[in-house]
């Protein structure tokens, strides 16, 4: 939720998986009820079945009630807009979070295209804010809820390489039992460590400042990047 009155900006219009003109779906696909969190939580969404490709049951529910609806809302208008609204971000506070909940609940619901998109929208707004490293806190959220490589987990451990410094990272691959975080870095840091590059150097040669396909998840599927290369 943005912090004042005025709606947060959206993000570039290249960090888009749609044009302006939205396809047929209105007249060609009903609506389905979608009832998001728990009992006391519980707030209902209506989205046409064409955008979802779910199964709903009989009454034409579909429930997901471990979802945190507000979560859910910014996935929903990411369906109908092809974007991803985020706050202004700070250099104390640039809504990292937010965004690395947003890439996990696309996980859960299998959407690699939304999942690319806030990916990409993480790296900018960081960036973009001011900061030149990712917050340390977000590899526990992340590695805590994902389980072997995946893209938010590689991003993070480059985050790390690549941006903190050198006697932290030392120190972590000498003691990484059992953390596999710790690991991670310690196995990407070998590689960096024999360059004998200083910290600003390693940081302008962080890999996500150049391309962040890399990290995403669609695969051999072309990334939603292409469709605006065309236009």
């Given amino acids: 939720m943005a912090s004042s009155a005025t709606a947060p900006p959206l993000i570039p219009h290249h960090l888009s ?16 009820k979608v009832v998001v969190g728990g009992e006391s939580t519980a707030k209902p969404f209506h989205i046409h079945e064409a955008l979802l490709g779910w ?31 985020v706050s202004q ?24 295209t939304y999942q690319d998109l806030v990916l990409d929208a993480l790296v900018y707004n960081i960036i973009g804010s001011g900061c ?3 917050p340390t806190g977000l590899h526990t959220l992340v590695y805590s809820q994902t389980a072997g490589d995946c893209g938010m987990r590689r991003l993070l451990v480059d985050a790390a390489v ?3 410094p050198a006697k932290k990272l ?8 059992g953390d596999d975080f710790k690991a991670d870095v310690a196995k990407v840091y070998a590689g960096q460590k024999e360059q004998k590059n200083t910290r600003k ?18 695969g051999e599927k072309p990334c939603y990047k292409t469709f605006f290369e065309k236009l």
Wanted: aromatic share 14%.
């Fill in 55 to 85: 199964k709903e049951n009989e009454e034409g529910v579909v429930s997901l009630p471990s979802c945190d609806p507000e979560e859910f809302a910014q996935f929903a208008s990411f369906l109908y807009t092809g974007q991803v609204q």
């Fill in 17 to 32: 998986t749609r044009a302006a003109a939205l396809p047929d779906f209105f007249t060609t696909s009903r609506p389905i």
């Fill in 162 to 164: 690549f941006g903190w």
């Fill in 132 to 134: 030149d490293i990712f």
């Fill in 89 to 112: 971000g700070t250099r104390e506070n640039p809504g990292s979070h937010r965004l690395a909940k947003a890439w996990l609940l696309g996980t859960w619901l299998s959407s690699t």
């Fill in 170 to 177: 030392a120190a972590m691959s000498q003691d990484h039992e």
């Fill in 201 to 218: 150097q390693r940081k302008r040669a962080a890999p996500f400042h150049f391309d962040t396909c890399q990290y995403h998840e669609h």
